[in-house]
Nanobody, 120 residues
Framework: QLQASGGGLVQAGDSLRLSCAASGRTFSSYAMGWFRQAPGKEREFVAAIGWSGGITTYAGSVKGRFTISRDNAKNTVYLQMNSLKPEDTAVYYC???????????????WGQGTLVTVSS
């Protein structure tokens, strides 16, 4: 089970950190990803991290602004979001996969989502 949190209403240029807490003893065996879905749009890939945290992948739209990280001791994955833009407004979902991927279909388990709203 995945529980995302940390969303909220911020202004453009602000920072926000999302967290995703996982239950179970096998968290460190999974690659983790963050996706987002803006109103009226399809869900899209944001960032992914390998099981050890050594390999990260980002969507071009967030590269250099967002950082994904994980703490396997706490069964938690994070998404640090800096220099937020209004176009970052979306519901953000965390997900777990057997291998790191940018594809939605590769992820087996999904959290419930947390809303991030960035005002201009």
């Amino acid at each position: 089970q995945l529980q995302a949190s940390g969303g909220g209403l911020v202004q453009a240029g602000d920072s926000l950190r999302l967290s995703c807490a996982a239950s179970g003893r096998t968290f460190s065996s999974y690659a983790m990803g963050w996706f987002r879905q803006a109103p009226g749009k399809e869900r899209e890939f944001v960032a992914a991290i390998g099981w050890s945290g050594g390999i990260t992948t980002y969507a071009g739209s967030v590269k250099g602004r967002f950082t994904i990280s994980r703490d396997n001791a706490k069964n938690t994955v994070y998404l640090q979001m800096n220099s937020l833009k209004p176009e970052d407004t979306a519901v953000y979902y965390c997900a777990a996969s057997y291998s790191s991927s940018t594809y939605i279909s590769a992820y087996n388990y999904w959290g419930q989502g947390t809303l991030v709203t960035v005002s201009s």
